[in-house]
């Protein structure tokens, strides 16, 4: 039984649940730029190169014959790969670069000094009062 509570504090740790969502929204966001690539990014570009589809380039390496499928070398893809990593690590830098601005500006605001314990005040007003009657 200790094995499986020991497992379960491990598991229910904020740590490793803030992981598990950030791996989940992280799958999303690559769907997410995987198709921003395909459908938006990449279309423009293979107009300005002069209409080629850059999912469909490919060097055949061994032709088909019979039922046996062509062995062929997808460059298109790995460049359209290339492409969504980019712009997933561009939008991972622009996040963290985001978080440590605002850490930075977190850091940088000094927090206000504490009031002095009303014992203080009493004795400071005390004081005063002392110095104004000579």
């Given at each position: 039984m200790g094995f499986m509570k020991e497992f379960k504090e491990f598991a229910m740790r904020g740590n490793v649940v803030d992981m598990a969502v950030g791996i989940i929204i992280g799958g999303a966001f690559g769907k997410i730029v995987s198709s921003f690539v395909a459908d938006v990014i990449m279309p423009p570009i293979g107009l300005l190169v002069g209409g080629i589809d850059f999912t469909n380039l490919a060097?055949?390496?061994?032709?088909?014959v019979d039922k046996a499928a062509a062995v062929t070398l997808n460059y298109g893809k790995f460049i359209q790969t290339?492409?969504?990593?980019?712009?997933i690590a561009f939008a991972i830098f622009l996040a963290i670069k985001a978080m440590n601005a605002l850490k930075k500006k977190e850091e940088a605001a000094?927090?206000?000094?504490?009031?002095?314990?009303?014992q203080e005040v009493l004795l400071g007003e005390i004081r005063d009062l002392l110095k104004d009657r000579r």
């Open positions: 060097i055949t390496l061994k032709p088909a290339v492409v969504d990593f980019t712009i000094p927090a206000a000094p504490a009031p002095p314990p009303k």
